[in-house]
């Protein structure tokens, strides 16, 4: 079966330092995967869609950046974190067939603080 | 454009009772799926339920159930005996897969909150 994992889950950041966030996704093979920030009491925004290896899309223009360094790995990145970056981030891939065809599935999520 | 709205930021039910969250969209495709998603306090987004706009068959998943009204572009949850652990934020959401992107579109939720 398809799991999906993401980390780490709390991370608490000084303004100006960088941030990953790692995902991947076990189970499947060139799975659509994505990046989604839910800010305090808010819905979810896309950031980052991905099709395939090295390809990124961007939905908002951020102090972020996404890359797809292997077929089920997603990684968010910062080079220098701003307040407003603080956020509830959840990664996410879709699968292509089977009964839940067209369906996306997210991992556990990171809570990110900037300080 | 397409557009999820949920028009309810917050519904309370009774434990045992029967509560129902609206959901309506914009689109003018034929052709596209919606989902109920839930988020607990634990904040992991859980699939509820799915539907195919061209099946005319309201989707049901044990307790959930859904009412599709595709002329009406409504897709409406109804959550049966409801239990303590119900109790979390639900987000409606639309795909369209033949929009030639990979977008989903959430609405903005509505916390449901399961009174014992």
């Known amino acids: 079966s398809q799991t999906i994992h993401q980390w780490p889950a709390t991370l608490v950041q000084p303004v100006g330092s960088p941030l990953s966030l790692e995902c991947t996704v076990e189970?499947?093979?060139?799975?659509?995967l994505y990046w989604y920030r839910q800010a305090a009491g808010r819905g979810l925004q896309l950031l980052f869609y991905?099709?395939?290896?090295?390809?990124i899309s961007s939905e908002v223009p951020q102090n972020l950046s996404a890359s797809r360094p292997q077929d089920r790995q997603f990684i968010l990145s910062s080079k220098k974190l701003l307040l407003s970056d603080s956020g509830f981030y959840l990664c996410?891939?879709?699968?292509?067939?089977?009964?839940?065809?067209?369906?996306?599935?997210f991992g556990e999520g990171s809570w990110l603080t900037v300080v | 454009a397409q557009t999820v709205t949920q028009s309810q930021p917050e519904m309370s039910v009774q434990e045992a009772e029967t509560v129902t969250l609206s959901c309506t969209y914009d689109?003018?495709?034929?052709?596209?799926?919606l989902f109920w998603y839930k988020q607990p306090p634990s904040r992991q987004m859980i699939l509820v339920i799915r539907?195919?706009?061209?099946?005319?068959q309201n989707a049901t998943e044990n307790r959930f159930s859904v009412n599709f009204q595709k002329a009406a572009k409504s897709f409406s949850l109804k959550i049966s005996d409801s239990q303590l652990g119900d109790a979390a934020m639900y987000f409606c959401?639309?795909?369209?897969?033949?929009?030639?992107?990979?977008?989903?579109?959430f609405g903005t939720g509505t916390r449901l909150k399961v009174l014992a």
């Open positions: 996410a891939w879709r699968t292509w067939t089977g009964v839940n065809g067209n369906t996306i599935y």
């Open positions: 189970g499947t093979s060139n799975p659509n």
């Open positions: 991905s099709v395939g290896i090295g390809q």
């Open positions: 689109t003018s495709e034929s052709d596209y799926y």
């Open positions: 539907q195919e706009a061209y099946k005319q």
């Open positions: 959401a639309y795909r369209n897969p033949l929009s030639g992107t990979y977008k989903y579109i």
